[in-house]
């Protein structure tokens, strides 16, 4: 069993920055990959990145390419997800994920969640 803590999340200005962290507890090893979905009020949920369990591959969905960064260590257990340039389509929960099978870019194939976190950008 993995629990994920996601926190981090909050308001902010278009334009400005947020740094979520997960902090992945309750299994000796970290060698899973872990990643980001969020969901928007009315909307699914959907991929945002991913991160594999070296740290030496990420993958994130087109609409924040160049403007976010997710990063993992190991020796805390935590994955950080840097978050620049914020537009208000990036308003959304944010979930970490742990662990899966498959595709990266269905919830489906994750094992784990956390509760979530609130980014809220306004204009």
């Known amino acids: 069993q993995v629990q994920l803590v996601e926190s981090g999340g909050g308001l902010v200005q278009a334009g400005g920055s947020l740094r979520l962290s997960c902090a992945a507890s309750?299994?000796?090893?970290?060698?899973?990959?872990m990643g980001w979905f969020r969901q928007a009020p009315g909307k699914e949920r959907e991929f945002v990145a991913a991160?594999?369990?070296?740290?030496?591959?990420?993958f994130y969905t087109d609409s924040v390419k160049g403007r976010f960064t997710l990063s993992r260590d190991n020796a805390k257990n935590t994955v950080y997800l840097q978050m620049n340039s914020l537009k208000a389509e990036d308003t959304a929960v944010y979930y970490c994920?742990?662990?899966?099978?498959?595709?990266?870019?269905?919830?489906?194939?994750?094992?784990?969640w956390g509760q979530g976190t609130q980014v809220t950008v306004t204009n």
């Open positions: 994920a742990a662990d899966p099978e498959g595709d990266y870019s269905k919830d489906v194939a994750w094992e784990y």
């Open positions: 309750g299994r000796t090893e970290s060698n899973y990959p």
């Open positions: 991160i594999t369990w070296s740290g030496g591959s990420t």
